[in-house]
């Protein structure tokens, strides 16, 4: 059984840093070895939403979620990590604790705002 998880990130407020963030994040430029470091550490799924200078990520977990990883500035973290995080980092605004993802907690749901697709009209 896996879970949901909901993050934010907050960029730069540079059109050209942002510009430059999702042309990394393009779907096919993201470096296997990072792509692979985010399934080892238990994301089964993941989409990344923009709201003008913040991302929104929703991702489905493995239960459990999360496995053992270091930081990527972290020293014991793959060099591929560290190299991907540097090129990113510019369009990042800095975070107090070193990284960058805040977690969010649930403030509501409501199954009756959702779409049922056997609902004709």
């Known amino acids: 059984m896996a879970y949901r998880i909901v993050s934010a990130l907050d960029l730069v407020d540079d059109a050209a840093l942002i510009a430059a963030y999702r042309e990394r994040h393009a779907a096919g430029a993201v470096w296997p070895e990072i792509v692979r470091d985010i399934r080892d550490r238990g994301y089964r799924d993941m989409e990344i939403w923009q709201v003008a200078d913040r991302l929104v990520m929703i991702a489905e977990v493995e239960d459990d979620f999360p496995a053992p990883r270091t930081l990527p500035s972290s020293p014991r973290s793959p060099s591929g990590n560290r ?39």
């Open 83 to 121: 190299r991907w995080t540097a090129t990113s980092g510019p369009s990042i605004r800095p975070a107090r604790n070193g990284w960058p993802w805040r977690g969010s907690s649930r403030s509501g749901t409501s199954r009756a705002t959702r779409l049922d697709r056997s609902c004709s009209g």
